[in-house]
């Protein structure tokens, strides 16, 4: 792929990647050594196990599926999407599952995609082809690279466009631009859209830049970040975070880092904790509740990962694939609608044996934890009466329990 396309400068400009039926997330694991981070999804097919797996692995991974519902991700958010024989029909449908490949895929971000149509000469690829060629030129999608290698396997790298002057000029408008609507959590539970979204724009009404290279971006002003009143709790918020980590997270606990891999931030903001923890080897999968701002695209600007969840539902992984679980102020959100104990059940689904829980939150929140948390035989401790360290034990209930 490099060598196909130079310009995709793995860790510098490209540095989010989506890879779609991942199987054991190989390829994002083979990326991180290129300071590229990798969403890899697979559905939970006959290859069940695929996406547990990648999460034993310490790859990023999530269960999701292209089907009639949106992905759980913000508008514009990868650099670049990934699909090597991931057995998704692009052009059923009258090619709604490439319009939310294009929803979700930055402007002048790359889809490479290898798959008998790219390289087969039988009927049914070859039609295929066509179809997709059609359903892309529609798009204003370009083609960038096409290669094989010495297997004969063939890639094609399409590329998003940059300017909406091609679908301006498009003599059919199919198909059309989405209108513009409140797109705060958009993509949760929404069906897949038959409409191209429109490229985003600043407040002059330019089109929003493509983030500064990598390492560079995790610090600087998000391009999503309109307002300069966010901008400036934006930059606050990274200090404050970066200083908190520092002082209380990193030797305040008793947490054992050299354990630790798999980060989950229930309760995302900015991604500031994800951020504070970027020079320790573990990934964070960034969550955004539904019932709080939505800051999922900053996050993405950033260069980091994460989805949209309801945390009044259960989470899409499988059980014991983290090991740490982290919620800032959360809780009183959650409590408004659901019951604390379904979600510490969750939580304690999700989080393998000897996993930490970590919760800032007030004492009053912290008081209604605890007593949860002991009835499953975990260890808790409290700090300065603002953190909650609780540690999973390998207890289960028998029969007679």
């Known amino acids: 792929m490099e060598e196909t396309l130079p310009k995709i400068q793995w860790g510098k400009h490209i540095r989010v990647v989506l890879d779609v039926g991942c199987g054991v997330a190989s390829f994002g694991g083979y990326l991180l050594d290129k300071n590229v981070i990798t969403m890899s999804f697979a559905p939970k097919d006959e290859h069940e196990a695929q996406i547990q797996f990648a999460l034993e692995r310490g790859i990023p991974a999530t269960l999701s599926v292209i089907g009639t519902q949106k992905l759980t991700f913000s508008d514009n958010a990868f650099d670049m999407i990934h699909c090597a024989r991931c057995r998704v029909h692009w052009e059923a449908d009258g090619g709604k599952p490439l319009y939310e490949l294009n929803r979700i895929l930055r402007p002048g971000g790359f889809f490479a995609w290898s798959a008998t149509p790219v390289y087969r000469d039988n009927e049914k690829d070859q039609q295929i082809w066509s179809v997709m060629v059609e359903i892309t030129k529609a798009m204003c999608w370009s083609v960038v690279g096409n290669a094989r290698d010495s297997a004969g396997i063939g890639l094609v790298i399409y590329q998003k466009p940059t300017s909406s002057s091609c679908y301006e000029n498009r003599k059919e408008k199919i198909?059309?631009?989405?209108?513009?609507?409140?797109?705060?959590?958009?993509?949760?539970?929404?069906?897949?859209?038959?409409?191209?979204?429109?490229?985003?724009?600043?407040?002059?009404?330019?089109?929003?830049?493509?983030?500064?290279?990598?390492?560079?971006?995790?610090?600087?002003?998000?391009?999503?970040?309109?307002?300069?009143?966010?901008?400036?709790?934006?930059?606050?918020?990274?200090?404050?975070?970066?200083?908190?980590?520092?002082?209380?997270?990193?030797?305040?606990?008793?947490?054992?880092?050299?354990?630790?891999?798999?980060?989950?931030?229930?309760?995302?903001?900015?991604?500031?904790?994800?951020?504070?923890?970027?020079?320790?080897?573990?990934?964070?999968?960034?969550?955004?509740?539904?019932?709080?701002?939505?800051?999922?695209?900053?996050?993405?600007?950033?260069?980091?990962?994460?989805?949209?969840?309801?945390?009044?539902?259960?989470?899409?992984?499988?059980?014991?694939?983290?090991?740490?679980?982290?919620?800032?102020?959360?809780?009183?959100?959650?409590?408004?609608?659901?019951?604390?104990?379904?979600?510490?059940?969750?939580?304690?689904?999700?989080?393998?044996?000897?996993?930490?829980?970590?919760?800032?939150?007030?004492?009053?929140?912290?008081?209604?934890?605890?007593?949860?948390?002991?009835?499953?035989?975990?260890?808790?401790?409290?700090?300065?009466?603002?953190?909650?360290?609780?540690?999973?034990?390998?207890?289960?209930?028998?029969?007679?329990?």
């Open 175 to 401: 198909p059309p631009l989405c209108e513009n609507k409140d797109s705060k959590n958009s993509s949760w539970y929404a069906k897949l859209d038959s409409c191209l979204t429109p490229l985003p724009v600043d407040g002059m009404g330019e089109l929003q830049s493509w983030p500064m290279p990598w390492p560079q971006r995790l610090n600087s002003k998000p391009p999503s970040l309109l307002d300069s009143n966010a901008t400036d709790e934006f930059y606050k918020d990274s200090k404050h975070w970066s200083q908190l980590v520092s002082d209380v997270y990193a030797e305040g606990l008793s947490i054992k880092w050299s354990s630790i891999r798999n980060v989950m931030d229930m309760n995302a903001g900015y991604a500031g904790f994800a951020s504070a923890l970027i020079d320790l080897p573990v990934w964070v999968m960034n969550v955004v509740p539904i019932d709080v701002s939505d800051t999922l695209s900053v996050i993405y600007d950033r260069g980091l990962i994460g989805m949209y969840h309801d945390w009044c539902e259960s989470f899409n992984t499988y059980p014991r694939t983290y090991d740490l679980l982290h919620s800032s102020f959360l809780f009183q959100y959650v409590e408004k609608r659901c019951d604390i104990v379904d979600v510490v059940a969750e939580i304690d689904r999700i989080l393998r044996p000897d996993g930490y829980l970590v919760v800032r939150d007030s004492l009053e929140i912290l008081n209604k934890l605890t007593p949860v948390l002991h009835l499953l035989h975990w260890s808790v401790s409290l700090h300065q009466n603002q953190f909650l360290v609780g540690k999973k034990s390998f207890w289960r209930p028998t029969a007679f329990e």
